[in-house]
C-alpha cells in the first residue's frame, strides 16, 4: 500500500509542492507583468513631462491643465504598480532560503541612504548617519533580506517625516550584538495602533492621509526577517512628534 505523506495541516507533502510550485509561476507573472507595466508608464510619464516642461512648444492653459491631470493619475499608477512589486518581492522573501556571511552593516546603511538621497531631498528631509568611535564588527547575516529591513525602515522614516524634517541612523555594538535605531520626527503612531503596527496589511489612519500608497507588509516582512536572524525588533514612538524603530541582530550565528 502506497502511504501518502502528510503535513500538519493533513494535506500530502505533493500536494503542498504542486501549490508552491504554481504560487512561484504566479509571484513570477505578476512580477513580469507589473515591471512591464510600469516601463510602459514610465515612458508616458517622461513624454508628459516633455510636453509639460514646454520642450515641445507652448501649450494652451486647457491643455496644459488636462496634461496635468494625465501625469498625475499615470504617477499614481505607477506608484500602485511598484507597491504590487514591492508586495510580491516582499512574499517571495518571506519564502526564501536564507544565507549567512560576514557583512559590513556600516557600509550597507551608507548604500541604503544613498539609494534615497533623491526621495529624502525632494522631501527636504536630511539623514544622518552616527557611527560609533570604534570600528564596529561584521555580523553574520543574510545581506540580501537585510538590506531588505534597512530600506523598509528608513523608506517609512522618510515616507512618515513632516517635510524638512531630521532623520538619524544609529548604530552601536551592544554585548554581542549590533543595535541600529532609525528615528524620525514625523507623524509618530497613536497608542492605539501600536499593538498592530507588524501586522500583515496593517496601516494607521494617519499613515494612509498622508501617504496614499502603502502596503503595510514592509514591517511584517521586517519583523519576520530579523526574527529569523534570531534578532528582535521594537519601537518607540508618540503620535505627532516621531517615532524611532530599533533593530537588535546577533553579531554571530
Ligand atoms: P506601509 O508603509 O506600506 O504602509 P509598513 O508595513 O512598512 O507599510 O508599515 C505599516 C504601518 O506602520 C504604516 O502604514 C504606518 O501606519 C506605520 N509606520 C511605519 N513606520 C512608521 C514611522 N516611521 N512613523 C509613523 N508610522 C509608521
Do not use: C
Amino acid at each position: 500500500m502506497l502511504f501518502r505523506r502528510k503535513t500538519k495541516t493533513g494535506d500530502s507533502v505533493e500536494e503542498v509542492e504542486k501549490l508552491k510550485k504554481l504560487l512561484n509561476a504566479k509571484s513570477e507573472m505578476v512580477s513580469i507583468g507589473a515591471h512591464q507595466v510600469r516601463t510602459s508608464l514610465s515612458a508616458i510619464k517622461w513624454i508628459i513631462k516633455m510636453f509639460l516642461d514646454g520642450d515641445l512648444g507652448k501649450l494652451t492653459a486647457e491643455q496644459e491643465n488636462l496634461l496635468r491631470k494625465a501625469y498625475d493619475g499615470n504617477d499614481k499608477a505607477i506608484n500602485l504598480v511598484s507597491e504590487i512589486l514591492l508586495v510580491n518581492k516582499s512574499e517571495e522573501v518571506v519564502e526564501k532560503k536564507y544565507t549567512f556571511s560576514k557583512s559590513n552593516i556600516i557600509e550597507m546603511i551608507e548604500g541604503v541612504i544613498f539609494d534615497f538621497s533623491g526621495e529624502s531631498l525632494w522631501r527636504g528631509i536630511e539623514i544622518i548617519l552616527l557611527k560609533p568611535k570604534d570600528k564596529v564588527p561584521e555580523i553574520e547575516i543574510d545581506k540580501e533580506k537585510i538590506l531588505v529591513v534597512l530600506q523598509n525602515l528608513i523608506e517609512n522614516a522618510i515616507k512618515y517625516s513632516k517635510y524638512h524634517g531630521k532623520i538619524f541612523v544609529s548604530v552601536k555594538t551592544e554585548k554581542e550584538n549590533i543595535e541600529i535605531s532609525i528615528k524620525d520626527a514625523g507623524i509618530g503612531i497613536s497608542e492605539d495602533s501600536k499593538t498592530k503596527i507588524f501586522e500583515k496589511f496593517y496601516r494607521t489612519e494617519n499613515a494612509q492621509k498622508k501617504e496614499a500608497m502603502g502596503s503595510g507588509i514592509g514591517l511584517y516582512t521586517t519583523k519576520d526577517i530579523v526574527e529569523k536572524h534570531g534578532g528582535k525588533i521594537w519601537f518607540e514612538s508618540k503620535e505627532n512628534e516621531g517615532t524611532t524603530f530599533f533593530v537588535s541582530l546577533p553579531i554571530s550565528k
